[in-house]
């Protein structure tokens, strides 16, 4: 079967790749383009580990083809921080001690600033609903989500 090509936008690069139509956004990130940030956890939907923004809307990666992103926009969390300097959701999980094993940290980073991008002024229980389609293992959740409250309270005292 012959490879499909496919031009996009991936964290604001223009970018071409080649995949097989059954392949995953997932597998040609990290497989094709070497963006290994974005973990696999499930290939299902399930757990949210290898959520990013297809055109502005927060996707597990798993479940959309690379054939079907020609011509979209994507945001992985290697798009996330700006230059060398954190987003303050990077940075708060990182002053909150809110990841361990870290497989699942790459999706929760994505669907927070998804979140913030949307709203700073989510209440905690908004914040918890919002992701509860990132599963972690390891942390208990509550690191995560004062993380998420403590960067969205500084981002609203910086804007």
């Given at each position: 079967?012959?490879?499909?090509?496919?031009?996009?936008?991936?964290?604001?690069?223009?970018?071409?790749?080649?995949?097989?139509?059954?392949?995953?956004?997932?597998?040609?990130?990290?497989?094709?383009?070497?963006?290994?940030?974005?973990?696999e956890g499930c290939g299902t939907g399930d757990c949210g580990a290898c959520s990013v923004m297809l055109d502005g809307y927060l996707v597990c990666s798993c479940l959309v083809f690379g054939a079907e992103c020609e011509s979209r926009e994507i945001t992985t969390v290697e798009g996330i921080a700006q230059h060398e300097k954190l987003h303050p959701v990077q940075q708060k999980i990182l002053e909150h001690g809110a990841l361990q094993c870290g497989i699942c940290t790459p999706g929760i980073v994505v669907a927070a600033k998804a979140l913030l991008d949307k709203t700073l002024d989510a209440t905690e229980e908004e914040t918890r609903y919002w992701l509860a389609g990132n599963l972690c293992r390891c942390t208990g959740y509550d690191k995560v989500i004062r993380a998420v409250m403590d960067a969205a309270q500084e981002m609203r005292g910086a804007s």
């Open positions: 079967m012959a490879k499909t090509h496919v031009t996009t936008t991936i964290n604001g690069e223009l970018t071409e790749f080649l995949c097989e139509p059954q392949q995953s956004l997932l597998d040609v990130l990290r497989d094709e383009l070497q963006l290994t940030g974005t973990k």
